[in-house]
């Protein structure tokens, strides 16, 4: 069962939503709670602590919407929120989104569309949960996790519910730090680990601060997946992100004169998502697999250092909110057809 919190002062909404979901209800696939403002939202949520998500709008009094998310940002990371207000201008949207909405509903409400978008965030809170669990069954992990998240984990009991594989809308990006082998060739190997760690670090934290995920780490370069709304406008933010901050890191030493810098290629497209390995091994990892994917990689591997790199369909959908510099036409491998590449200046 799914226990939402929805916070709206309209006392007519509460009415309106258990005569919608009337059905779900009595089934128990739906548990509503309902809070009259951001404030009453967050002691619901001290009574209710297995509330999986939030809707909420953003105009009550006391606390609106959008402090709720930012708090809710702080204390419970993992509760994903669904804005629904009347407020849908594109100011909002974003501001909502860069305090960690998934999701954005305009009122009137249409239901269908409210089902299907909650239907959606359950689906991502559920993989969440199923990797959380599976890290908890990883005893050898604890020894990396803060103490704050398996303090976390031993406070619920999570059930598997990644049992579908799907066809998903997903922007991937393949960040790679630029001359490590230097490093990992003339360093002891605990400089090498630590050093490297540092760095991904670095670029993990603002991969998260964007709403995406690490994918894997390859060697010396990450993958990033970024779903939901402006999923590519995201992940070109982190790595704007990510290549600020890794030019401010200091060089490593002196007589190597290494200085840190990343390179990298980003893709947007249709990938399939799933829990892909080998059964008899018992090593499964969930990922996503697919031309997008492929063509990141391979943007990523003709990038040069400082450099971001995006293909033309991405360039026509991002060309009014980043400034971009036309490189021209590269053929990938396996590509029939040239494509025209461009770097993301900010």
Known sequence: MTKILVADDEVDLEVLIKQKFRQKIRDREFEFVFAINGRDALEKLQQHPDV??????????EMDGLTLLSRLSESRPLIKSVIVSAYGDMENIRTAMNRGAFDFITKPINFDDLSL?????????????????AIKENNILKMYVDEAVINFMNSHEFESSLTANEHVEATIAFIDICGFTLISENEPPDVVVKVLNNYFDVIVQEIISQGGYVDKFVGDAVMAVFQGNFHLDRAIDACLAVRSKINSLPGLKENLAYHPKVAIGINSGEVVSGNIGSVSLKRLDYTVIGDAVNVAERLQSIAAPDQIIINDQAFVKVKESFKCNPIGEVLLKNKSNPMNIYNVLE
Do not use: G, Y
């Not at 999986?52 to 009550?60: A, C, F, P, T, V």
């Not at 909650?118 to 959380?132: A, D, G, L, P, Y």
């Open 52 to 61: 999986d998500i939030i809707l909420s709008d953003i105009n009550m009094p």
């Open 117 to 133: 978008t909650m239907e959606k965030t359950i689906r991502h809170v559920n993989q969440i949960r199923e990797t959380i669990r």
